[in-house]
């Protein structure tokens, strides 16, 4: 199920598999929040109530997509590596449960903004991350940092 980026033996480690894969289903979720999310208002008509077109308003939250992704995303993987640099080895399911609940802080950033459209799918993103993107934890587990790759133990 990890069709992004497929973790092969010598080549990529651990974490790193985790950030492409995240950033992928981050930026894919953005630009869902993108065509979602309200539409901006209009600077140039002094109307209280006008609002751009769908097209300048997408294209006005797409951009603010790198910023939420070093809002939300460094966090979360921040918080992957202190998780996984945690235990040495971790039951079946147990680090992905885990994982996928830690992982829901850094969205809280955007219950402020008061859209629970964008709310809830960048909830979602987290989620489908968490249950189907994020690579197996390794099952050697014991001399294993996510930090290094596998011709480095």
């Given at each position: 199920?990890?069709?992004i980026l497929k973790?092969?033996?010598n080549s990529f480690p651990?974490?790193?598999?985790c950030t492409v894969n995240y950033s992928a289903v981050f930026l894919l979720g953005w630009?869902?929040?993108?065509?979602?999310?309200?539409?901006?208002f209009d600077p140039a008509n002094p109307a209280p109530?006008?609002?751009?077109?769908?097209?300048?308003?997408?294209?006005?939250?797409?951009?603010a997509g790198p910023g939420m992704l070093l809002l939300i995303g460094t966090p979360s993987i921040?918080?992957?590596?202190?998780?996984a640099g945690r235990r040495k080895k971790w039951l079946a399911?147990?680090?992905?449960?885990l994982a996928g609940s830690l992982l829901l802080l850094p969205v809280a950033i955007l219950i402020p903004v008061g859209t629970w459209p964008m709310l809830l799918i960048q909830v979602t993103a987290q989620i489908l991350f968490t249950a189907y993107l994020m690579p197996p934890y390794p099952?050697?587990?014991?001399?294993?940092?996510?930090?290094r790759t596998d011709s480095s133990r």
């Open positions: 199920m990890n069709w973790p092969r033996q651990w974490l790193a598999i630009a869902l929040i993108s065509l979602t999310a309200p539409r901006i109530d006008a609002r751009l077109d769908l097209w300048p308003s997408f294209l006005y939250y797409l951009a921040v918080l992957l590596a202190l998780i399911g147990e680090f992905k449960m099952a050697n587990a014991e001399s294993v940092s996510p930090l």
